[in-house]
């Protein structure tokens, strides 16, 4: 009894907590045309559960329409956390965040966070159907409306729809923990499919190929290629044969971008980018 009174109170103390960042909020300005300019002015921030340790430190980038942009660096310097700041799954400390020109922090949550998808590195496909998955990438009622050849398109973009099709039951497969057993490079597929359903105009990839195998990375780099086109597109990456034909690569070191061009560019100035890629061996390739 006293333990089930203890799980009572915090469930309570949580239901109690009022986020800082509401995606219910009806608060806030809406954007229709988005055009996928992103920009961040001298941001600074930490982490609110450790104040004392500076991720960035005054970090300044500027990504325009269409662009495919790279963030690369040693793990801790702040590129996964420049993607949460763009999805404003945070707010900075100090400086600004742009979109067009206009600082995200003036929007509506929800209306903004339509515009952008997001691709992790571990992908989580819920108890339900291969269609219920990839239709989650939309909001209620936006999924009711959408149709299958809005579906099989997302998916064709993706790299999956033939196999899904392959499948005995197609796109109304179970998945999940009960469900048919994915490999790692399939449910990568699905969740871009997801990320594809809504047309965003930003695309954000949180290295989305690190934990797969050679193989499987190059199904679903064939995927990921084909997905940013036409929209802008901001990948971090540890495997930096993933990114060399990006427009231009931000090096990021200690929360501060230290060097930036394309991936010749950088090859010449023979500094952090070119002692990152001598360590993966890319010269050779």
Partial sequence: MGKAKQAAQNVARIFDVKPNIDSTSTEGDIIKDVVGDIEFRDVHFRYPTRR???VLRGL????????????????????STTISLIEMFYRPLAGQVLIDGVDIATLNVA????????????PVLYQGTIRENILLGLGEKESEDVSDEEVFAASKKANIHNFIM????????LCGSKGTLLSGGQKQRIAIARALIRNPKVLLLDEATSALDSESEKVVQAALDEAAKGRTT???????????????????DQGKVVEAGTHDELIEKREIYYQLVRM????KK
């Fill in 166 to 173: 392959s499948l005995p039951d197609g796109y109304d497969t």
């Fill in 60 to 79: 300044n980038l500027t990504v325009k329409k269409g662009q495919f942009v790279a963030l690369v660096g040693p793990s801790g310097c702040g590129k």
């Fill in 234 to 252: 901001i990948a971090v990456a540890h495997r930096l044969s993933t990114i060399q034909n990006a427009d231009v690569i931000y090096v990021f």
């Fill in 111 to 122: 209306n903004y966070r339509s515009h952008i998808g997001l691709v992790q590195q571990e």
């Fill in 280 to 283: 993966q061996d890319l010269e």
């Fill in 52 to 54: 004392h340790v500076p």
